[in-house]
C-alpha cells in the first residue's frame, strides 16, 4: 500500500508526492521498434558504416604496409627514417581507403532507407538498388564512361551480396513461379 504512510513533502523537490497521479502500472519509455525481433536498415547503418571504416583502415594499412616496405628498400636511409616512412604510408593508405569505404557505405546506407520508407518494405530490389546508386553517385563527377563503370560495380556487387543471402528465398520464388 503506497498510500498508507503521511504525505511528507519532498525535501529535494518541496512538492506533496500525493499530488502526482498515482498509477498501478509502472512507466518507462521504450525504443521505437524495441519489440521487432529484426532491426531495420536505419539501426543496422551504423553498423554497417563503422565495419566498412574499419574493414577500409585495415586493408589500407596492409597496403600501406607493403608500399612501405617496397619504397624503403630501394633507398639506402637509416632506419629512423625508413620508420617514419612506412608509419606515413600506413598511415595514409590507411586513412584513405578507410575514407573511401566508409563515403560508400553512407550512400548505400542513405539509398537504402530512402528505399525502404519510400516503398513501404525490404526486400532484395532495395538492396540492388541502392548498390546501383551508390556506384553511380559515387563516380558521378568522374565523367559519364566511370559513372556508368561505377553503377555497374555496385549493381554487381549488391546483386552477388543478394544471391549469397537471400538464396532460399530466391529459390522459393523461382519454384513458385515455374510450378504455377
Do not use: W
Amino acid at each position: 500500500m503506497l498510500n498508507s504512510f503521511p504525505s511528507v513533502p519532498s525535501p529535494y523537490l518541496n512538492y506533496d508526492p500525493q499530488l502526482l497521479p498515482q498509477t498501478s502500472q509502472p512507466e518507462y519509455i521504450f525504443l521505437e521498434g524495441a519489440g521487432s525481433k529484426q532491426r531495420g536498415r536505419f539501426e543496422l547503418s551504423f553498423t554497417e558504416i563503422g565495419t566498412s571504416c574499419l574493414i577500409g583502415a585495415t586493408i589500407g594499412g596492409i597496403r600501406g604496409i607493403y608500399s612501405g616496405i617496397k619504397m624503403t628498400s630501394m633507398e639506402n636511409q637509416t632506419s629512423t627514417y625508413n620508420r617514419t616512412q612506412i608509419l606515413n604510408s600506413v598511415f595514409k593508405n590507411g586513412a584513405r581507403l578507410s575514407n573511401t569505404f566508409g563515403t560508400l557505405s553512407v550512400y548505400y546506407s542513405i539509398f537504402g532507407i530512402i528505399l525502404e520508407k519510400t516503398r513501404g518494405c525490404e526486400d532484395e530490389l532495395n538492396t540492388i538498388v541502392a548498390g546501383t546508386s551508390t556506384g553511380l553517385l559515387f563516380k558521378a563527377t568522374s565523367g559519364l564512361r566511370r559513372c556508368g563503370i561505377g553503377g555497374l560495380i555496385g549493381f554487381s556487387l549488391a546483386t552477388a551480396f543478394s544471391l549469397v543471402t537471400s538464396r532460399d528465398k530466391i529459390k522459393e520464388m523461382g519454384s513458385s513461379v515455374f510450378h504455377s
